[in-house]
């Protein structure tokens, strides 16, 4: 089944419009991917507070994202961490700012801690945890979900 719609159409009107008034939309391609091609894409929510308005990637294998230009915002709390390897890299200028800046390194964890602290959120920070692949809930092909 193919739909095919908005030739006689401006630039900008709405060609094809899928309203769901309550409830969930999902869109399944077991076997399959999921493509999106169109000049801008825009993904909004409108949820507000903790509980809604959280837009969420799940990954099995990788999360790439290539483009001339990357800006991240946030007006409370940013955090990137990874179990593994984490490297950043310039090729050109690398600025990092900080109205206070802490660097400490997991050499503390087996010795004593550093002259700024920071041992027990080292320890913490290298703490990992081992996913369940039997536990795959909130994936779109589980009925659950």
């Known amino acids: ?17 899928l309203d769901v008034a309550k409830g969930n939309l999902s869109i399944n391609a077991p076997k399959g991917k999921i493509r999106i091609v169109c000049d801008d894409f825009e993904l909004v929510t409108l949820g507000k507070g903790t509980d809604s308005g959280n837009i969420i990637f799940n990954a099995a294998e990788s999360f790439d994202v290539k483009a001339t230009k990357i800006q991240f915002n946030s007006s409370a709390y940013t ?9 950043i890299a310039a090729n050109s200028v690398l600025n990092v700012y900080g109205s206070l800046f802490n660097a400490i390194g997991d050499a503390i ?20 945890q ?12 589980d009925p659950n979900y």
Do not use: Y
Request: hydrophobic letters at 40%; glycine letters at 14%; charged letters at 20%.
């Open 79 to 87: 955090k990137m961490c990874g179990t593994g390897i984490v490297e």
């Open 1 to 17: 089944v193919a739909v095919k719609c908005g030739m006689a159409n401006t630039v900008g009107a709405e060609s094809f419009l």
């Open 109 to 128: 964890v087996g010795s004593k801690d550093s002259k700024i602290g920071g041992k027990a959120h080292a320890i913490a920070q290298l703490q990992t």
């Open 130 to 141: 081992t996913p369940d692949p039997a536990s795959d809930a909130g994936r779109l092909d």
